[in-house]
């Protein structure tokens, strides 16, 4: 296996503006947006894929222009990290399409209208956001959406039903990522909007029944095997490790390893816990797991060639 930390593209930041005020919002304040000199420097190092982020990249007037550079660049897969609210304007979004925007990935917080307007802080926002990953949807022809839920404590005991209002009303989705909320940003100021591990277990295992038998491609970040127990298959760093060999790393700026996770059998497929968590609340709700890394690695890879809806 590779010696290397999991691989971490180097974003292009465009707007230093955003028009939602998520309480989960993982943007440092003082975040700049690259100039065009640094921005035709990211797209020279990049290789096959781009992320074009900030803030919110669609409030700036270079977006459509950046996308285009780097599709002319050779570039494959260019992904927009967005909340898509201006995309429910049909004709901006095709443009962005047309320029070469492989890739919208969308936050979604929740897929109650009133809940997702109080994370967002952006009251009618949902109903745009909705209209915006129809439209780009039915140009998957051209184009995929994944979403993004940040899971907190205020909206994961949605999670279940979350998982089939997305099967039941975005069909061809590529993908959902599940997020445990990271203690940076503005959510470092508000500790109370995250959840206990052993609390959000059942609801993510619940979720992940959903999705799996839907057949909606799902991964879930940030949450250690050891609290992903019947669905360890679905985490993120897991994939990377073994479908990317990339190693494990016990010391690392983000994440950590506890006393006991010298003894778990799944410490080779397990990033640990995120640093940030720890501070918060310890290390007590880790568990010794004596489950054999081979079958979670198998159902890894059996998912890699599983055919989706979205693959159509």
Known sequence: MKTSRIPKLEPITLSEACNQRCLFCAAYQGMKAHTE???AAIIARSDKQVIIGGWEPTLDPRLETTI?????AGIQNIAVFTNAVRLSDKEYADRLIAAGATLFNINFPAHI??????????PGAFEKRVSAIKHLLARRDRTAVSLCFVVSSVNY????????????????????AL?????????????SLVPKLKDIEPYLREAAGVFTRRRVRFVIDNVPLCRMRGFEYASAAAKYIVMDGVKAVASDKTYMRAA???????????????RDYYKLNGDKEL????????PIKEQILAEKNRSYPSDM
Do not use: Q
């Not at 285009?68 to 002319?72: F, M, P, S, V």
């Open 157 to 176: 005991k949605i999670l279940p039903e979350y998982a089939e209002y997305v099967a039941v009303n975005f069909s061809g989705i590529e993908h959902v």
């Open 287 to 294: 568990l010794l797991s004596t489950k054999l890394a081979g």
């Open 179 to 191: 997020n445990m909320i990271c203690v940076n940003g503005w959510a470092g100021v508000a500790v």
């Open 37 to 39: 000199a640094e921005i």
């Open 113 to 122: 209208r009133k809940l997702s307007d109080s994370i967002t802080r952006s």
């Open 260 to 274: 006991c996770c010298a003894g778990c059998t799944l410490r080779r497929i397990c990033m640990g816990l995120r």
């Open 68 to 72: 285009r550079r780097a599709k002319e």
